[in-house]
């Protein structure tokens, strides 16, 4: 018999967790084997961002075990980079974050310039390496972001809307783009969104939260290989099951 403990990523066991008086999760379950994309929906409010922070350790569940297997990164909604710093500078910033987790500059050094080229060159910013933030349009500071916490020693990405500020446009280059650096940068990722489309598109397991308090009340495999046309029957199944299951793919929904 396969060994899961060799396979899982993350595992949140019975966990429950509240803030004052407002509980949002409740006896929630949750496995990630490593390698997997796992996408996370559910109703505004109903604890998304929370399970990002207990599976980072920047929150402790008042219930239950969070077990993590591997050094995380977290992508949140505006991206992370340093307005005064250059593009590789950003990037080589990911390399010495990553460093023993405090900071020091050791693994930054040891992989010099080359590690950070060939970011620049996964990501296609070749030319751009001297440019600020404020001179990249979104979806490019968005690539040099993934490039960042592509770096170094992290096993697990923790995404919280990542897209969400784009245009639609872009928001479909940057799902392909992660798509892409994942197969040349192969990680577990935890991704959560509202846009059902996007979880259907990117996640090998689509997981519905249910209302506050939160658990899992709906699980979605999709076996499709990737990069996944949004005309694909597997993302346009999922898309419909998942709205099912939100009560957004009935009449009367639509007339809302």
Known sequence: MKDKRHTNALHLESVSHGYGNVEVLRDLNLVVERGEIVVLVGPSGCGKTTILNLLSGFLHPREGTVNKDGITRTVYQQDGLFPWLTVSENISMGLRSSANGNGHAKNASRAGNSEVNELIQLIRMEGFENHYPHELSGGM??????????????????MDEPFSALDYQSRLRMRRELILLLEKRPRTVVFVTHDIEEAAQLADRVLVLSNRPATICRELRIDASQPRRLSDP?????????????????PESHQA
């Open 141 to 158: 500071r968005q690539r040099v972001e993934l490039a960042r916490v592509l770096a170094g020693d992290s096993d697990i990405l923790l």
């Open 234 to 250: 597997s993302v346009i199944g999922a898309m419909e099951e998942t709205l099912k299951e939100l009560g957004l793919n009935t």
